[in-house]
Structures are given as C-alpha cells and as structure tokens.
C-alpha cells in the first residue's frame, strides 16, 4: 500500500540500505595438519581406516528379514560391518551383513552368557570397542563361505 499523503515519513520510517558482507576471501590451507585434498589424507595405522557412515549398514541391517532384534544385537551387527567395510576402504554391503551375522552367533555360542557379548553395545562405545577387540580380524575380513565353514556351519542369526 503506497504512502498517505495526509501522513508524513519521519525519517526513521525512510528504507534504509543493506549492508551486505563482502565476498569471501581466498582460502587455503595454512596449518600444519589441514587436508586440502583426498590424496592427502592418512590411511591405516594409528590413523584407521575411514569408513562410510554407520548409518547406510542400519538401513541394509533394517531391510534384512530377520525378525525381531534389539538394540544392542543391531547396533553390534552396524559395528562388525562398519570394521568389515572401512578395513576395505568402500561402504557396508549385504556380504558384510551376512559375516556380521555369522562371526556374531558364533562369539554368542562360545560365550557363556550369550546376551553379554552385545550388552550395552548400542549406548557405549566403549563396549563397542571390546566387541571389535573380541573378533579375530582374520574372521571378519574373510568371505562369508570361509566364516560360515570357520565356524562348524553354522546357522545365521538371520535364519
């Protein structure tokens, strides 16, 4: 609606210019440690392996028919799959999955409290970490036929 004419504009009512931020400067790296590009990033060692995010194996782990499984068994599954896909270097797929679930029933049957090789893994890293530290990672790098005969034939948790 345009201006009254029997109103008049005080000056604090007059548009006033914007101030806009100037444009960015050029940046580049400076500090020792800052990563400007993929090739230089470390790999392996004291820094690990990077992995894709745990995430995408919740979802592969949600689309599986495996009826129900609680938290801890689910979030111990995503970190056996996470280790077994970021020691490859790409993202968790179904094979990852598939060992996951063989080298965890097969911790669960030597354990002799099953329910404690997975208890408290999706609210503690730090359990997390033991479970890692509990696997053979020749075990879990293996293909899913070498797990399955490694462990006596034994049945998926998925079955």
Same mark, same amino acid.
């Given at each position: 609606?345009?201006?009254? @004419?029997?109103? *008049?504009?005080?000056?604090?009512?007059? *548009? $006033? @210019?914007? =101030? =806009? *931020?100037? @444009?960015?400067?050029?940046?580049? @790296?400076? $500090?020792?440690?800052?990563?400007?590009?993929?090739?230089?990033?470390?790999?392996?060692?004291? !820094?690990? &392996? *990077?992995?894709?995010?745990?995430? !995408?194996?919740?979802?592969?782990? %949600?689309? $599986?028919?495996?009826?129900?499984?609680?938290?801890?068994? &689910?979030?111990?599954?995503?970190? +056996?799959?996470?280790?077994?896909?970021? =020691? !490859?270097?790409?993202?968790?797929?179904?094979?990852?999955?598939?060992?996951?679930?063989?080298? +965890?029933?097969?911790?669960?049957?030597?354990?002799?409290? %099953?329910?404690?090789?997975?208890?408290?893994?999706? $609210?503690?890293?730090?359990?997390?970490?033991?479970? #890692?530290?509990?696997?053979?990672?020749? +075990? #879990?790098?293996?293909?899913?036929?070498?797990?399955?005969?490694?462990?006596?034939? %034994?049945?998926?948790?998925?079955?």
């Amino acid at each position: 609606m345009g201006q009254q @004419p029997n109103m *008049p504009l005080r000056m604090e009512d007059l *548009p $006033r @210019p914007d =101030h =806009h *931020p100037p @444009p960015p400067r050029h940046w580049s @790296p400076q $500090r020792p440690g800052d990563v400007s590009s993929p090739g230089e990033s470390r790999w392996g060692g004291a !820094f690990a &392996t *990077p992995g894709s995010d745990s995430g !995408f194996a919740l979802s592969l782990l %949600a689309e $599986r028919e495996s009826g129900e499984r609680d938290d801890d068994t &689910t979030a111990a599954l995503a970190v +056996l799959m996470m280790a077994r896909a970021s =020691h !490859f270097g790409r993202a968790p797929v179904r094979m990852d999955a598939d060992v996951a679930e063989i080298v +965890l029933g097969r911790a669960e049957k030597s354990a002799a409290d %099953a329910s404690a090789v997975v208890r408290g893994v999706s $609210r503690s890293r730090d359990r997390a970490g033991e479970l #890692l530290e509990s696997v053979d990672l020749g +075990l #879990l790098t293996a293909d899913a036929e070498r797990v399955d005969t490694a462990s006596g034939g %034994a049945e998926s948790m998925s079955s």
